[in-house]
């Protein structure tokens, strides 16, 4: 039985957040059942944006700078990845205010590359994946709460699509967009491939409406971990009251035999029922998920545009 632990917690405030991490951990047997001394680990967060930073669709850097030292309180070796749709990681951290934690921590910030990996399901024989994410000792997956134009919500499993190198994101929204199911498969089977050993999720302050950017902030007060990200996003769904068949990635999961019934889940701290909400905004309308030719084009220009021209102009 997948265990998922849940806790209320209202402040990114570094003390008090560090000891809400501690007990959040601690019944899953403590940061140092995840990773054991000498171990380089990838602290995986969703640095989606730059050009947002007061909106809430990032982690926050104070969650990754309490990991991270709880990380380094266990012997292990942190290190920052992720992916953006647009720039690069460390122009995206640097933007939604990680400079400080980075250079307290002397956190090194890796740009993922991409490399095929032979992947045994029925409909993907190979998928291509961040060789930083795949050669991490351990994977410690940071996603946000999050609403989702095109997926209703982005949360555990949605977050490690960023480790999908570079455009092959826009690539997959072309080749398998068109069919919502095939999609949510990928995602799940991304997040398979990758098997992070620990997510934990920042629902203090969550993302509502028109996410996975253009939405605006909500208090949820919530923090939860789980060694099983499948679990862990069922959930969120139950927290959220979001009907579970409304998200690609939960039809998925559940079609492949994955966690995905409360029932099947022990929860040692707080219950979903205990924390749910009844008004979380979902999006206003949902968009396509399929990228057109043109779309991608224009994309993989705007990327190259802010991670060569506008990122270095920033720093220089």
């Given at each position: 039985?997948?265990?998922?632990?849940?806790?209320?917690?209202?402040?990114?405030?570094?003390?008090?957040?560090?000891?809400?991490?501690?007990?959040?951990?601690?019944?899953?047997?403590?940061?140092?059942?995840?990773?054991?001394?000498?171990?380089?680990?990838?602290?995986?967060?969703?640095?989606?944006?730059?050009?947002?930073?007061?909106?809430?669709?990032?982690?926050?850097?104070?969650?990754?700078?309490?990991?991270?030292?709880l990380v380094k309180e266990a012997g292990g070796k942190p290190f920052l990845g992720d992916s953006p749709a647009f720039g690069s990681a460390r122009g995206v951290a640097l933007a939604n205010g990680y400079e400080s934690i980075i250079e307290e921590l002397g956190l090194e910030v890796v740009e993922f590359s991409g490399k095929r990996y032979d992947h045994h399901s029925d409909n993907f024989d190979h998928l291509r994946l961040s060789k930083e994410a795949m050669d991490a000792d351990v994977v410690i997956n940071l996603p946000?709460?999050?609403?989702?134009?095109?997926?209703?919500?982005?949360?555990?499993?949605?977050?490690?699509?960023?480790?999908?190198?570079?455009?092959?994101?826009?690539?997959?929204?072309?080749?398998?967009?068109?069919?919502?199911?095939?999609?949510?498969?990928?995602?799940?089977?991304?997040?398979?491939?990758?098997?992070?050993?620990?997510?934990?999720?920042?629902?203090?302050?969550?993302?509502?409406?028109?996410?996975?950017?253009?939405?605006?902030?909500?208090?949820?007060?919530?923090?939860?971990?789980?060694?099983?990200?499948?679990?862990?996003?069922?959930?969120?769904?139950?927290?959220?009251?979001?009907?579970?068949?409304?998200?690609?990635?939960?039809?998925?999961?559940?079609?492949?035999?994955?966690?995905?019934?409360?029932?099947?889940?022990?929860?040692?701290?707080?219950?979903?029922?205990?924390?749910?909400?009844?008004?979380?905004?979902?999006?206003?309308?949902?968009?396509?998920?399929?990228?057109?030719?043109?779309?991608?084009?224009?994309?993989?220009?705007?990327?190259?545009?802010?991670?060569?021209?506008?990122?270095?102009?920033?720093?220089?």
């Amino acid at each position: 039985m997948s265990s998922v632990s849940l806790l209320s917690a209202h402040s990114y405030d570094r003390p008090l957040l560090k000891t809400s991490l501690e007990q959040l951990l601690q019944p899953l047997g403590g940061i140092e059942s995840f990773v054991k001394p000498g171990q380089r680990v990838l602290l995986k967060p969703n640095l989606l944006t730059g050009s947002r930073p007061t909106k809430e669709c990032v982690t926050r850097p104070e969650i990754v700078y309490g990991v991270a030292k709880l990380v380094k309180e266990a012997g292990g070796k942190p290190f920052l990845g992720d992916s953006p749709a647009f720039g690069s990681a460390r122009g995206v951290a640097l933007a939604n205010g990680y400079e400080s934690i980075i250079e307290e921590l002397g956190l090194e910030v890796v740009e993922f590359s991409g490399k095929r990996y032979d992947h045994h399901s029925d409909n993907f024989d190979h998928l291509r994946l961040s060789k930083e994410a795949m050669d991490a000792d351990v994977v410690i997956n940071l996603p946000k709460v999050k609403s989702h134009v095109q997926l209703t919500l982005t949360l555990g499993v949605k977050n490690l699509f960023g480790c999908v190198p570079g455009k092959m994101k826009a690539w997959w929204h072309m080749e398998a967009g068109k069919d919502a199911n095939r999609f949510g498969e990928m995602l799940v089977e991304t997040a398979r491939a990758i098997a992070p050993n620990l997510t934990i999720i920042d629902g203090i302050i969550g993302h509502e409406g028109n996410g996975p950017s253009n939405g605006e902030p909500r208090e949820l007060g919530i923090l939860g971990a789980s060694a099983d990200v499948f679990a862990l996003d069922c959930a969120l769904m139950e927290i959220l009251r979001v009907t579970p068949s409304s998200i690609p990635t939960y039809v998925a999961q559940q079609r492949l035999g994955l966690t995905s019934n409360l029932a099947d889940i022990e929860f040692p701290l707080r219950h979903p029922t205990q924390l749910q909400i009844s008004d979380w905004q979902l999006p206003e309308r949902k968009m396509p998920i399929d990228f057109g030719l043109p779309r991608v084009i224009r994309s993989t220009f705007k990327h190259l545009y802010i991670r060569l021209l506008r990122e270095p102009l920033k720093i220089t």
